[in-house]
């Protein structure tokens, strides 16, 4: 690795350009060649002196121990995980889309601080104290909380262009044909939120306010859209928007989109655009309907996939005998529940004679209603001891459907095949992970520390981003059998040494990885650098812990 300085006048120009290149030599099929690393015009002439020096010692730092007047050598901050995450970042097309403004370049570092480790957007501040974050995300001024807070206002405003931007990096001009989509919900633990109400809580967190995520995914699971609803909507009421999303902002003329049972009702498929179709579940209220009805037969449901057809719409069924037998065992295990608390109930009558059987019998129906078994199992009393009372005919037909799903398309069987139908189905399931690795894994979406309505559809974006990067550090380092937390750690752990040149100005080298820290970069086919610029960006923070814990 060298540099090299070139120098050019355009014919009848007076001016001469000149450019300072760092670049490498290689090898490739016997022939020697050259490729440019990075563009060091922009550096004083100080800097690249001190580039010089660096390169000219990278084998053998020794020597430069023995300049100990002249040169002096420093830990610097950490560079390993902030240029892996902001390499994978590159090549997902999040920098480009992001763009090169200040607000860009702050919300790129909010995304990798995100991957890194997940908090406020004041521990994003502190950590860019801790990572190389403006040097390698090149952020050439300072900031602080408030710009942070300003960048968020900007993400919102922009969210649709870049999200766009991102998805014609990815497909090109190609629109693509198939969404998958599902919502979630993420409890709050204050209550001034913009989009904080009470509503049906995926979190089992009782008494807490939330918002409602939707996600929008492409063939492969890659996120493409997110938005943000109020804490009480529905789910089927976000599909609509994202109908809208498809054909206006993505600009798609055909397209198909996969939703959980009840998500696409009759009443959006009527206002659907010309070529949108669906692939959805229904009920187990409408696969009765329509056993009733005689158009699917109980009989047909087995381990094979069956459909029908009926008034243009095609219904795909089978009954999975692994899902069924983990709903028996499920059953099994809340009756033999009920049971221990009856034997305990009937214990403590026959030991306390005052004891009113009445209160014994509410107290195992609350489990009964708790559990959902009150349409086969009910407990009855006689003198002071309790029973419980199997319906076997109410039984029989709760364990008629189990393991049986019917999913519903309009596609026609040219467009789809049966099989491939139920398989873009099964395909939620990956929009399923990315809900559990955004709010339970690594990233943690739950942690909103903010509370207007644009910073909190940015919050969510950021996470967003986020997980695209997480799942293909995740997808690489599987095979090392690391997880995504172990293997940023462990590349924290890689610091840049700050080569000092006195009076000349610094300059960064990065240090030969360990063994455990080159894998996780090969994994992932990264190069780190030799040395950075080292822009010495002032990067503060206004809250003072001591202030605030002297309130405490």
Not at 31 to 47: F, H, M, Q, W, Y
Not at 232 to 250: G, L
Not at 526 to 537: F, Y
Request: with cysteine; aromatic share 6%.
């Amino acid at each position: 690795m060298h540099i090299v300085v070139n120098k050019s006048a355009p014919k009848g120009a007076k001016k001469i350009y000149s450019s300072v290149l760092l670049r490498q030599s290689y090898r490739e099929n016997g022939k020697v060649k050259k490729r440019t690393i990075a563009n060091l015009s922009s550096c004083a002439p100080g800097e690249i002196k001190a580039l010089r020096l660096a390169l000219k010692y990278k084998d053998d730092l020794s020597v430069l121990g023995s300049l100990k007047e002249t040169i002096s050598l420093q830990e610097n901050l950490s560079v390993g995980a902030v240029w892996t995450v902001y390499q994978e970042a590159k090549r997902l097309g999040i920098e480009s889309a992001l763009g090169t403004s200040f607000a860009g370049k702050l919300a790129l570092w909010q995304v990798i601080s995100r991957v890194i480790n997940q908090g406020s957007r004041l521990s994003a501040v502190r950590m860019a104290q801790m990572h190389a974050a403006c040097d390698i995300v090149d952020i050439r001024r300072g900031f602080d909380e408030n710009d942070m807070y300003a960048e968020q206002k900007w993400l919102s405003d922009n969210q649709e262009a870049i999200e766009k931007k991102l998805l014609t990096i990815r497909k090109g001009d190609k629109k693509p044909e198939l969404f998958l989509y599902d919502v979630t919900s993420s409890y709050l633990e204050g209550d001034k939120n913009y989009f904080g109400k009470y509503g049906y809580n995926r979190d089992k967190k009782k008494g807490k306010k939330q918002i409602v995520i939707g996600l929008l995914c492409d063939e492969t699971g890659e996120p493409v859209s997110t938005q943000v609803f109020s804490g009480n909507t529905q789910d089927t009421a976000t599909f609509n928007s994202q109908v809208r999303k498809a054909s206006e902002s993505f600009g798609c003329e055909r397209v198909t989109f996969v939703g959980d049972r009840g998500m696409i009702k009759n009443v959006h498929i009527k206002k659907f655009p010309k070529n949108f179709h669906y692939i959805t579940a229904i009920t187990k209220s409408q696969i009765k309907t329509l056993i009733k009805r005689d158009i699917i037969q109980m009989e047909l449901f087995d381990n094979e996939i069956c459909e029908v057809e009926d008034n243009g719409e095609r219904y795909i069924f089978r009954r999975n005998p692994i899902r069924a037998d983990e709903i028996h065992r499920m059953r099994l295990s809340k009756r033999a529940s009920i049971e221990k608390l009856l034997k305990k109930k009937n214990v403590y009558l026959h030991e306390h004679p005052k004891a009113k059987k009445l209160i014994a019998k509410k107290e195992v129906e609350k489990k009964i209603e708790q559990l959902k078994v009150g349409k086969w199992l009910k407990v009855n009393a006689r003198e002071r001891i309790l029973s419980l009372e199997i319906m076997e005919a109410s039984l029989k037909e709760e364990e008629l459907l189990d393991g049986c799903y019917v999913i519903k398309t309009d596609l026609s069987k040219k467009e789809i095949d049966a099989q491939s139908a139920h398989d873009r189905y099964k395909d939620l399931t990956l929009v399923e992970k990315a809900f559990r690795d955004c709010k339970t894994v690594s990233l943690e979406v739950k942690h909103i520390f903010v509370r207007t309505e644009k910073s909190t559809r940015a919050h969510v974006f950021i996470v967003m981003l986020a997980y695209m990067i997480e799942r293909r550090l995740r997808t690489a380092w599987a095979k090392l059998n690391l997880t995504v937390e172990e293997g940023i750690k462990q590349l924290s752990t890689l610091c840049a040494i700050e080569v000092k040149i006195k009076g000349q100005g610094s300059c960064l080298k990065i240090p030969i990885p360990r063994k455990n820290s080159q894998e996780l970069l090969n994994a992932l086919n990264i190069t780190l650098p030799t040395v950075l610029p080292h822009r010495n960006v002032r990067v503060v923070t206004r809250k003072k812990l001591m202030k605030q814990r002297k309130m405490l």
